[in-house]
């Protein structure tokens, strides 16, 4: 059974496009947009959390 998934996450591993798995920096920069509104979204519904109890 295990062998089995080996084999065939292998497979779809293998057939993804080598542009989609290499790094930009465009990819770096929209990663880092995306970790800075993460943040400050979680920051803001902590506060609001916070000042109610």
Request: aromatic fraction near 16%; hydrophobic fraction near 60%; glycine fraction near 8%.
């Amino acid at each position: 059974m295990i062998l089995f998934f080996y084999h065939f996450f292998s497979n779809i591993i293998r057939k993804i496009p080598r542009d989609l798995t290499e790094a930009s920096l465009s990819g770096a920069g929209l990663s880092l947009v995306a970790a800075v509104s993460m943040l400050f979204l979680f920051g803001m519904v902590g506060s609001s959390h916070f000042l109610l109890v």
